[in-house]
């Protein structure tokens, strides 16, 4: 299907002019003029492009007029693994409540798993700590930590979740996080008004952070080997061994091996952009910068503490 969305200065001058018409129809109308690039597409699989294209209008609006290409937008839509998913929704804006547990990821069992990979890869550890001057036993528990050294992944289309999260600061889900803050037995009726007021600020902070990490899903589009609608995360959009958002690919991802491409489920390149992350980040010999350094890696101070604990005990 070419040019369901058209050129972002066509769907301005279309929006402005008719703007009362709602973007289904819109959408209808594209589809019945691509219709003859789909002579094998279904009835069905029209309606549930309609559908997405309802869904994500909010989205796409935004999208738009931040200047990114309609045809990448279009791709996107058009992938059935695109989906919204309302869970990514909640739990971007509401998760802070819920305070996770670092302690298992310095246990016996992690120091060991730490131990014998900076045994398995010691080469690309000691080098990437040569290069970035970060010890190799931080680099390894950051991996450990967010991934288990990539045993752990995460099963989340990454696409979904920022187009999925874009629409947080939309009426009916700031209503339905207030909703889901009621019915949290933990939380006491005279928390509610604050509670409610940080769930508004929220949302407009994550329907913008969607948004940026979607802008940098285009470029990273033009730099990864694999399809991004392919790509599978953790529920706020990080993936590959080191869980990188695609802000972060674009900004600090490094090829390990020197084979020319970039991909952070390949364990040298996780290596080499954890280490430079760090770096990049105000890593340096005061200790106060490299908690600093790990804090923007992750914004938590039980984290922080973790990666360094588990660092400490790893220390052969």
């Not at 288990?148 to 339905?176: M, P």
Request: with cysteine; net charge positive.
């Amino acid at each position: 299907m070419d040019n369901i969305i058209s050129n972002n200065t066509c769907y301005k001058d279309f929006a402005k002019r008719y703007g009362l018409i709602s973007f289904a129809l819109v959408f209808v109308v594209f589809l019945l003029f691509s219709s003859l690039h789909f002579s094998n597409g279904s009835f069905i699989q029209y309606a549930q492009l309609i559908s997405k294209g309802d869904t994500f209008r909010p989205v796409v609006e935004k999208l738009i007029s931040s200047g990114v290409d309609s045809a990448f937008i279009e791709r996107m839509l058009q992938d059935p693994k695109v989906k919204f998913n309302e869970k990514f929704v909640t739990i971007n804006v509401t998760g802070y409540l819920n305070k996770v547990n670092y302690s298992h990821f310095y246990n016996n069992h992690s120091v060991n798993k730490n131990k014998e990979f900076i045994t398995n890869y010691n080469n690309q550890l000691t080098l990437a700590e040569s290069t970035y001057k970060v010890p190799k036993e931080i680099i390894a528990s950051i991996i450990w930590i967010e991934t288990k050294h990539g045993s752990y992944l995460g099963n989340n289309n990454i696409v979904s979740v920022f187009f999925s999260t874009a629409l947080c600061d939309e009426q009916k889900y700031i209503n339905l996080n207030k909703s889901k803050i009621r019915n949290n037995p933990d939380i006491l009726p005279n928390q509610y008004t604050e509670l409610d007021k940080k769930i508004e600020e929220r949302a407009k902070k994550k329907s913008l952070w969607a948004i940026n990490e979607i802008i940098a899903l285009e470029k990273m589009e033009k730099l990864s080997k694999t399809p991004i609608q392919k790509i599978n995360g953790s529920w706020a959009g990080a993936f590959g061994n080191s869980q990188f958002l695609p802000s972060s690919y674009i900004s600090w991802a490094k090829d390990g091996n020197n084979d020319g491409i970039i991909n952070l489920f390949d364990m040298d390149d996780a290596i080499f952009s954890v280490a430079n992350y760090l770096k990049s980040n105000g890593w340096s010999d005061d200790y106060n910068s490299q908690k600093n350094a790990v804090y923007h890696y992750n914004n938590s101070n039980d984290y922080v503490n973790a990666v360094f604990t588990l660092a400490k005990y790893s220390k052969t």
